[in-house]
């Protein structure tokens, strides 16, 4: 049986293998988990995505499955705890941004009815569908990412750059980014 193509990242091992099969590229519409990938991906930066994914169960449960008004209820003394556990990246502004990141969250579902909507609304509500030919051709920010940049900074996100608004449309399918031989570009175009 021929092995299936998969993007070149996905052969990081198997959970990144599993995370390329299952999740990175479909369109994702659930606040929770829309503001779980904006905190995982803030987390990230300056790592690789499989330190983030090996910890990604433990955030879970360290930030209340990512439940947008418990976070933003976080106290000091449990962002301070969370500072001494391994299982989290220990970088104290990093931990903090979660929180802050959940406050700003709560103000832009007031105003816009979901984090959805208001995301979403960088793409017009429609994943972009690109038709990369090689790991050389996919960018690390987009004129589309730098203006979603400045906007969630100017609202008060945190860790928030070009390149983390980037991956975080990657993941959540905003666009898809699939490499067209990539067995999962076709799926993902279809929206699954």
């Keep these: 049986m021929a092995s299936r193509i998969r993007c070149h990242w996905a052969a990081d091992g198997e ?67 969370l500072l001494l556990d391994p299982g989290l990246i220990r970088n104290r502004l990093k931990i903090s941004s979660v929180r802050d990141n959940a406050k700003v969250a709560l103000e832009v579902i007031a105003e816009y009815g979901s984090l959805d909507a208001y995301l979403w609304s960088f793409v017009e509500g429609k994943p972009v569908h690109n038709r990369w ?3 050389g051709d996919v960018p690390a920010t987009t004129p589309v990412s730098d203006r979603m940049s400045k906007a969630l900074k100017k609202r008060g996100f945190r860790f928030v750059g070009s390149t983390i608004c980037y991956a975080f449309m990657q993941a959540t399918g905003m666009v898809n980014d699939h490499l067209v031989e990539c067995f999962r570009h076709k799926a993902c175009a279809a929206g699954h």
């Design 15 to 81: 959970l990144m293998q599993a995370y390329h099969d299952a999740e990175w590229g479909v369109p994702l519409h659930d606040d929770r988990a829309l503001f779980e990938f904006l905190c995982l991906e803030g987390a990230q930066a300056g790592l690789s995505w499989r330190t983030v994914l090996n910890k990604r169960e433990h955030y879970r449960n360290a930030f209340h499955h990512f439940e947008i008004a418990r976070v933003a209820a976080m106290k000091d003394r449990e962002l301070e705890k």
């Design 133 to 135: 030919r090689g790991r």
